[in-house]
């Protein structure tokens, strides 16, 4: 019998369609909180926020369907008399559009753009970044971190820092001809010393932290524009989320003899998140935290095993497909970490 993980966790992105709907998620949001997370052992709930929230210190960043001060009360207090430590999610550095809709902050403050060149569509890129050199940036982005965490009262902030494409571009007159590892290695020093004076824990994605090249991970699970020799500069209070969804690659052992606290994220498949476990177990990692990357009311909806009450999201057959398979692998991952526990 082993001692529990000390992480045991779920990540939920929050949806943005309507202040009708925004109202129904977050009491769908506490059911599965109150029914369903201490029923499977978790005691950690990331949940990720954006521009989902809506902000006192800075209105104009909140989208038009934000999630109030209220509501995001409400799901913490289900999370506090549940066991459960609330995490808020706000995604930093790279992640500031999604397809077509560049978000609230590049929206209303293109001055922060790394590449404002760029179409409007955002044709061609994958996601926009800001600029961390451009002038006034980190004043409204600490505002947005002490506001979100303030409200989840929490003593930790997931900062997101995945999947920059867009890092040191030759059309940004700050960071044009800057060393990516550089550029990268200061972002997180920055966001990790203003959550640190807070007496905040900063968590991260871990995937700009690994070499893409030498180990065949590829661009987007790991790094291959040169921003992972930052990880022998970050420092070893933050907590890594080291993803793989498609395989359980030893990257738990790379990061806890690095001296970091890691957590290993699965995605869709079973498979991946008990072999991950196995990887948890062996490196003496942190934790495990199951990602779903659906909107979460799907996500809900498919672990209650309920029709959609929610015909009119878009897309509704792909995204219940993937709901399903998150939550058997979110079903099963919990049943691997009780069986370990159980004598
Ligand atoms: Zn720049």
Same mark, same amino acid.
């Given at each position: 019998?082993?001692?529990?993980?000390?992480?045991?966790?779920?990540?939920?992105?929050?949806?943005?369609?309507?202040?009708?709907?925004?109202?129904?998620?977050?009491?769908?949001?506490?059911?599965?909180?109150?029914?369903?997370?201490?029923?499977?052992?978790?005691?950690?709930?990331?949940?990720?926020?954006?521009?989902?929230?809506?902000?006192?210190?800075?209105?104009?960043?909140?989208?038009?369907?934000?999630?109030?001060?209220?509501?995001?009360?409400?799901?913490?207090?289900?999370?506090?008399?549940?066991?459960?430590?609330?995490?808020?999610?706000?995604?930093?550095?790279?992640?500031?559009?999604?397809?077509?809709?560049?978000?609230?902050?590049?929206?209303?403050?293109?001055?922060?753009?790394?590449?404002?060149?760029?179409?409007?569509?955002?044709?061609?890129?994958?996601?926009?970044?800001?600029?961390?050199?451009?002038?006034?940036?980190?004043?409204?982005?600490?505002?947005?971190?002490?506001?979100?965490?303030?409200?989840?009262?929490?003593?930790?902030?997931?900062?997101?820092?995945?999947?920059?494409?867009?890092?040191?571009?030759?059309?940004?007159?700050?960071?044009?001809?800057?060393? #990516?590892?550089?550029?990268?290695?200061?972002?997180? &020093?920055? !966001?990790?010393?203003?959550?640190? +004076?807070? *007496?905040?824990? =900063?968590?991260?994605?871990?995937?700009?932290?690994?070499?893409?090249?030498?180990?065949?991970?590829?661009?987007?699970?790991?790094?291959?524009?040169?921003?992972?020799?930052?990880?022998?500069?970050?420092?070893?209070?933050?907590?890594?989320?080291?993803?793989?969804?498609?395989?359980?690659?030893?990257?738990?052992?790379?990061?806890?003899?690095?001296?970091?606290?890691?957590?290993?994220? #699965?995605?869709?498949?079973?498979?991946?998140?008990? &072999?991950? !476990?196995?990887?948890?177990?062996? +490196?003496? *990692?942190?934790? =495990?935290?199951?990602?779903?990357?659906?909107?979460?009311?799907?996500?809900?909806?498919?672990?209650?095993?309920?029709?959609?009450?929610?015909?009119?999201?878009?897309?509704?057959?792909?995204?219940?497909?993937?709901?399903?398979?998150?939550?058997?692998?979110?079903?099963?991952?919990?049943?691997?970490?009780?069986?370990?526990?159980?004598?």
């Amino acid at each position: 019998m082993m001692q529990p993980l000390p992480v045991r966790g779920l990540h939920l992105a929050a949806s943005d369609h309507s202040v009708e709907m925004t109202a129904r998620d977050a009491a769908a949001c506490e059911r599965l909180i109150r029914e369903a997370l201490p029923k499977e052992g978790i005691n950690t709930l990331v949940l990720e926020l954006d521009y989902t929230f809506r902000f006192r210190s800075h209105p104009e960043l909140a989208d038009e369907a934000a999630m109030d001060r209220a509501a995001t009360r409400r799901i913490a207090k289900a999370c506090r008399s549940a066991g459960v430590k609330l995490i808020p999610g706000f995604n930093c550095y790279g992640h500031q559009s999604w397809g077509k809709t560049t978000l609230a902050l590049l929206r209303k403050h293109p001055q922060f753009d790394e590449t404002p060149k760029l179409p409007a569509d955002n044709a061609g890129i994958y996601c926009r970044s800001w600029c961390p050199l451009a002038p006034g940036l980190h004043e409204i982005v600490f505002d947005l971190l002490d506001e979100l965490a303030d409200a989840c009262e929490s003593d930790a902030v997931h900062c997101g820092m995945d999947e920059i494409f867009l890092i040191a571009d030759p059309d940004c007159p700050r960071c044009h001809g800057k060393d #990516p590892a550089d550029l990268f290695a200061a972002e997180v &020093a920055l !966001l990790h010393d203003h959550l640190k +004076a807070q *007496g905040r824990t =900063m968590w991260m994605w871990g995937d700009r932290f690994l070499d893409g090249k030498t180990t065949g991970m590829g661009k987007w699970a790991a790094s291959e524009n040169g921003t992972h020799p930052a990880v022998d500069r970050a420092p070893k209070d933050i907590v890594i989320c080291d993803w793989h969804y498609e395989k359980a690659w030893p990257t738990p052992d790379f990061f806890a003899k690095k001296g970091f606290r890691v957590i290993a994220c #699965p995605s869709v498949k079973s498979d991946v998140a008990l &072999a991950q !476990l196995k990887l948890i177990r062996e +490196a003496r *990692g942190f934790g =495990m935290l199951q990602t779903t990357w659906v909107d979460y009311p799907h996500f809900i909806t498919a672990y209650f095993g309920e029709a959609p009450t929610r015909p009119s999201l878009p897309a509704p057959e792909p995204m219940t497909d993937a709901a399903a398979k998150v939550a058997c692998s979110f079903r099963a991952l919990c049943a691997a970490m009780r069986a370990e526990i159980t004598p």
